[in-house]
């Protein structure tokens, strides 16, 4: 498995958590990396993205100023913290690396998800 997912649990709406995936240094090094969702009977959809270095991060509208995106440039983790969790933020949780330092989505390489469950 060359990326793993791990930290999704179960949480009332309003906790938080921190999803982690850690990976080989060959598919860390020089590329950014991600985090998708999936929702049962949903398709996967984008959640962040992190540049090759850690200076650059994108979200998409559903999340962004609740979850923030982060890695150590020449590390091999990566971290997704989530607070102000809804219910609607139910879903596996998936991380990626893409091909290139920017993210393009164009990617190489999947992790095994995490569940992350949200209760009202």
């Known amino acids: 498995v060359q990326l793993q997912a791990s930290g999704g649990g179960a949480v009332q709406a309003g906790g938080s958590l921190r999803l982690s995936c850690s990976g080989s240094?060959?598919?860390?090094?020089?590329?950014?990396l991600a985090w998708f969702r999936q929702s049962p009977g949903k398709e996967r959809e984008f959640v962040a993205a992190?540049?090759?270095?850690?200076?650059?991060?994108s979200y998409s509208d559903a999340v962004k100023g609740r979850f923030t995106i982060s890695r150590e440039h020449g590390a091999d983790t990566m971290y997704l913290q989530m607070n102000s969790l809804k219910p609607e933020d139910t879903a596996v949780y998936y991380c990626?690396?893409?091909?290139?330092?920017?993210?393009?989505?164009?990617?190489?390489?999947w992790g095994q998800g995490t569940l992350v469950t949200v209760s009202s």
């Open positions: 992190v540049n090759w270095r850690g200076s650059t991060t």
């Open positions: 990626a690396a893409d091909r290139r330092p920017i993210y393009s989505g164009n990617l190489q390489s």
């Open positions: 240094r060959r598919i860390y090094n020089n590329n950014a």
